[in-house]
């Protein structure tokens, strides 16, 4: 089983706001798509970018998963965890920077790497 970083994002609203930060802190335009939980994605050629506006992941391993609304996922192709994890790391800075969301930065749902934001939790 695969292993990926995520970031988590409040608030997910306006939608199109968040796609257009969301684009710009990956550099490459997010398309609509058709899958089942997915929203909206984009091909960074090495990984791809994943938007999810609402998720259903509870609270575990004493992050607060239910009060974030949007889900960002990083899957880098060739399993690359170091460069996957460069990769939603610079993300997560791009859209730290905006001041505008809470931002959670998880590894495989189980590891909390970072947190961000005016509203967001303190990192332990």
């Not at 089983?1 to 995520?6: K, Q, V």
């Not at 790391?89 to 749902?109: C, G, M, T």
């Amino acid at each position: 089983m695969s292993e990926y970083h995520y970031i988590f994002m409040r608030p997910g609203r306006p939608r199109e706001r968040l796609v257009q930060d969301v684009s710009a802190a990956c550099g490459v335009e997010l398309r609509p798509v058709e899958a089942e939980f997915v929203d909206r994605a984009g091909n960074l050629g090495h990984a791809a970018i994943e938007v999810e506006f609402a998720h259903e992941y509870e609270d575990d391993h004493g992050m607060p998963f239910e009060q974030y609304d949007s889900l960002l996922t990083v899957r880098d192709f060739e399993a690359d965890m170091e460069r996957q994890e460069a990769t939603a790391r610079r993300i997560f800075e791009q859209l730290s920077r905006l001041d505008h969301y809470d931002l959670l930065l998880v590894r495989d749902l189980q590891a909390l790497l970072a947190v961000s934001g005016p509203s967001a939790p303190p990192q332990r």
